[in-house]
């Protein structure tokens, strides 16, 4: 029967199994960020609005369309963790400290965006940034970074596809180049894409829709990256091989963010449908300076965590739980001495709060995937043991108190 409230569409309750899972993907994460040296920071979910409108872009869907303002205040709820960690360099002048920094974020982002599947507007990322370092390398060890993550949480076949966006001058020559190759077949193009053809044109290249995508495989595409770009892109590639990575070069890939320069990907599984992207990236050299920060380079990357959730599908996994104690009518006394005994040792242990027969406390016992019982009633107080139960193997035994702690531990 459904209640009459009811979560926020796009938005996800998580419990039970998913909790496990969700913390489990975030422990991995942090395990592998650790070993590659970036640093956790842990900032607001509500940034003044003009963070993102320059750095994402005037025109781009995020901006436009998803964000979450506060009614009468310049703020919103942070529709992604690039911007404002730049906000939070500049802020704190954290070039000056040192002139690299490694961060990692782990949070919730909001976008209003239709709900469907895999497409929320309460996510949560697992983001990583980089500030400080043009080294091609970099960029191949952020996506190393990406994909070893989504490898330690159990997700294969995933695909990498890679493409370069080139500088800002090349982007500007690109941008230019295809109004140029677009302006005469603009009545081809889909609604969306007449209008970004003057504010946005690199977007009409990943659009989805058939009669764009028609259209793009007919335009010259790979001819506006200046030397150094095209080196670096070459590099990179160079890289990712050397680390055994494999990619799909993809040169209509232009991400819907518009702080993008040179190196940008996308690591996408077909399992996922129209919404394929479980993580993204890329390189974002002007940002910095744009936000009023020095000239300094900086690349980044995140994952979805629900996306890779839906990966991982639907495997239950319950709470651990070592010892369950279940006690006879009159026991209860001996029962909870027992229990907080256990759990001063921490050992994971639970009993039931209600007064219920053993064999249902048992049944209980079962449910909750307890490996051990111990069963309390008038015998075992007065000749002073514990009936141990081993749940799995379905077998028990009479034990006393160091047995017992023994028995349990290994
Ligand atoms: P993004 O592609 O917008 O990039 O988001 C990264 C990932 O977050 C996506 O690949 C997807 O898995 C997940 N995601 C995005 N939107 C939603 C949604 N509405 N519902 C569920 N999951 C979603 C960024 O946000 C950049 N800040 C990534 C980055 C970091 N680039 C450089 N540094």
């Not at 994952?303 to 070592?322: C, D, F, N």
């Amino acid at each position: 029967m459904k209640g009459y409230y009811q979560h926020v569409k796009g938005t996800t309750d998580f419990f039970s199994s998913q909790t496990i899972v969700f913390q489990e993907i975030i422990e991995k994460a942090k395990k592998i960020f650790r070993t590659f040296g970036y640093e956790e920071i842990m900032l607001p979910l509500l940034e003044e609005t003009s963070v993102f409108v320059k750095s994402v872009g005037e025109f781009t869907d995020i901006v436009e369309r998803q964000m979450f303002k506060i009614e009468g205040k310049d703020i919103v709820l942070r529709p992604e963790g690039t911007a404002q960690v730049v906000r939070f360099f500049i802020e704190h002048t954290l070039w000056k400290e040192k002139e690299f920094h490694k961060f990692f974020y782990i949070g919730p982002m909001f976008r209003g965006e239709r709900p469907q599947k895999g497409r929320l507007r309460q996510f949560h990322h697992i983001g990583g940034e980089c500030l400080g370092s043009n080294l091609p390398y970099l960029d191949a060890e952020v996506i190393k970074v990406a994909l070893l993550i989504l490898e330690e949480c159990g997700i294969k076949d995933v695909e990498l596809k890679i493409n370069s966006l080139g500088c800002q001058k090349d982007k500007e020559r690109w941008k230019n180049e295809l109004i140029k190759q677009l302006q005469n077949r603009k009545k081809e193009l889909c609604p969306l894409c007449r209008k970004r053809l003057e504010r946005n044109p690199l977007r009409i290249l990943d659009c989805k829709e058939k009669s764009c995508r028609r259209i793009v495989e007919t335009l010259k595409k790979d001819i506006y990256l200046c030397s150094s770009c095209q080196e670096h892109f070459e590099r990179v590639l160079y890289y990712l091989d050397k680390l055994k990575i494999s990619y799909d070069y993809s040169p209509t890939l232009v991400r819907g963010l518009d702080y993008y320069t040179n190196t940008v990907f996308e690591i996408v599984s077909h399992k996922l449908g129209s919404q394929d992207a479980c993580g993204a990236g890329g390189r974002y050299n002007s940002l910095v300076k744009s936000m009023g920060g020095p000239d300094i380079p900086a690349i980044g990357f995140a994952l979805g965590i629900e996306r890779m959730m839906l990966l991982l599908g639907k495997e239950k996994k319950k709470p651990s739980l070592k010892v369950f104690v279940a006690y006879r009518e009159n026991c209860l006394d001996k029962a909870i001495e027992v229990l907080n005994s256990l759990r001063e040792r921490d050992i994971p242990s639970q009993m039931s709060y209600l007064e219920k027969s053993l064999k249902a406390q048992l049944r209980l016992a079962q449910k909750l995937g307890a490996e051990f019982a111990i069963i309390i009633g008038e015998e075992e107080l007065k000749e002073g043991f514990f009936t141990l139960r081993d749940m799995r193997k379905s077998q028990q035994e009479k034990v006393d108190w160091s047995q017992l702690l023994e028995k349990i531990k290994c």
